[in-house]
C-alpha cells in the first residue's frame, strides 16, 4: 500500500500516522513486512488543494477479504490524502534499501519476512506506477465529463433565458397590441358619440328652423 501524508505534518505527526496505519493493518491479522517513507514530494495532481505529500510505501501480507474494511477505514483518514492498495502477483524481494525515487535512504525500514530470493522490486514499482497512471486518466475523463455536464447546464439556462426573453417579448407585444385595440376602439367609440351629437344638434336645429317658420306664419295670418 502506497498512501499519501498531509504535507504540514511534523516528523512526530507523521511517525503517529504511520504507526497508527500499522496498527490496524496488525489488528486485522495481517504481517507488516517493510515500511519504506519516501518523504515530501510533488503530487501528480492537486488534492484537496495540495500540491505536496508524504509517501509512504508499506508491504503486507493479509486475507484479501480484508482489503475492502482497510480500504474504506484509509478514505476517512482526514491526515491521508489518498491510498492505493495492489495486490502482487509474486512476493518481492525486500531489502533495506529505500524505493524513493528521489532518495536512497528511508526513515522506516523493517527486515523482510519470507522474501523470495531472485524477485525484482521493479515489478512494484512498475505496479504502484501503472495504478496512479490509471487514476490520473479516470480523473481527467471525470474532468471532462464534469465539463462536458457544465456545458450541458450552461446551455440549457441560456435557451431558458431566452425563451424567457421571448415570453417576455411577446408578453410586451401583446401588451401593446391590446393597447392600440383599446385606443381604436376608444377613438371608434368617441367618433360614434361626436356623430350623434352631431345628428342629435342638427335635428335641434331642423326643429328650431320648423317651429321659427310656424310662428312667422302664424303671425302672418294673424295679421291679415
Known amino acids: 500500500?502506497?498512501?499519501?501524508?498531509?504535507?504540514?505534518?511534523?516528523q512526530d505527526r507523521l511517525d503517529a500516522v504511520?504507526?497508527?496505519?500499522?496498527?490496524?493493518?496488525?489488528?486485522?491479522?495481517?504481517?507488516?513486512l517493510k515500511i519504506d517513507n519516501w518523504g515530501k514530494?510533488?503530487?501528480?495532481?492537486?488534492?484537496n488543494k495540495q500540491r505536496y505529500g508524504s509517501y509512504v510505501l508499506m508491504y503486507f501480507e493479509a486475507d484479501p477479504n480484508l482489503i475492502q474494511g482497510l480500504y474504506?477505514?484509509?478514505?476517512?483518514?482526514?491526515?491521508?490524502?489518498h491510498q492505493?492498495?495492489?495486490?502482487?502477483?509474486?512476493?518481492?524481494?525486500?531489502?533495506?534499501?529505500?524505493?524513493?525515487?528521489d532518495s536512497p535512504s528511508a526513515s522506516y525500514i523493517r527486515p523482510a519476512a519470507?522474501?523470495?530470493?531472485?524477485?525484482?522490486?521493479e515489478k512494484v514499482k512498475k505496479a504502484v506506477v501503472k495504478k496512479v497512471v490509471k487514476e490520473e486518466v479516470v480523473e481527467e475523463k471525470s474532468s471532462s465529463a464534469e465539463a462536458m455536464?457544465?456545458?450541458?447546464?450552461?446551455?440549457?439556462?441560456?435557451?431558458?433565458?431566452?425563451?424567457?426573453?421571448?415570453?417576455?417579448?411577446?408578453?410586451?407585444?401583446?401588451k401593446v397590441v391590446k393597447e392600440v385595440v383599446e385606443e381604436e376602439v376608444v377613438e371608434k367609440e368617441s367618433s360614434s358619440a361626436e356623430a350623434i351629437e352631431d345628428?342629435?344638434?342638427?335635428?335641434?336645429?331642423?326643429?328650431?328652423?320648423?317651429?321659427?317658420?310656424?310662428?312667422?306664419?302664424t303671425t302672418k295670418e294673424e295679421g291679415e
Open 1 to 10: 500500500m502506497l498512501f499519501i501524508v498531509h504535507p504540514n505534518y511534523e
Open 18 to 32: 504511520i504507526s497508527s496505519v500499522q496498527k490496524e493493518i496488525t489488528s486485522k491479522g495481517a504481517k507488516i
Open 41 to 47: 514530494r510533488k503530487l501528480a495532481y492537486l488534492i
Open 72 to 81: 474504506e477505514w484509509m478514505e476517512i483518514q482526514a491526515q491521508v490524502l
Open 84 to 101: 492505493i492498495i495492489i495486490r502482487l502477483e509474486e512476493k518481492p524481494e525486500l531489502t533495506e534499501e529505500s524505493q524513493n525515487p
Open 114 to 121: 519470507h522474501a523470495k530470493a531472485g524477485t525484482s522490486t
Open 149 to 174: 455536464e457544465d456545458k450541458v447546464v450552461k446551455e440549457v439556462v441560456e435557451e431558458e433565458v431566452v425563451e424567457k426573453e421571448s415570453s417576455s417579448a411577446e408578453a410586451m407585444e401583446d
Open 199 to 217: 345628428k342629435v344638434v342638427e335635428e335641434v336645429v331642423e326643429e328650431k328652423v320648423v317651429e321659427e317658420e310656424v310662428e312667422e306664419k
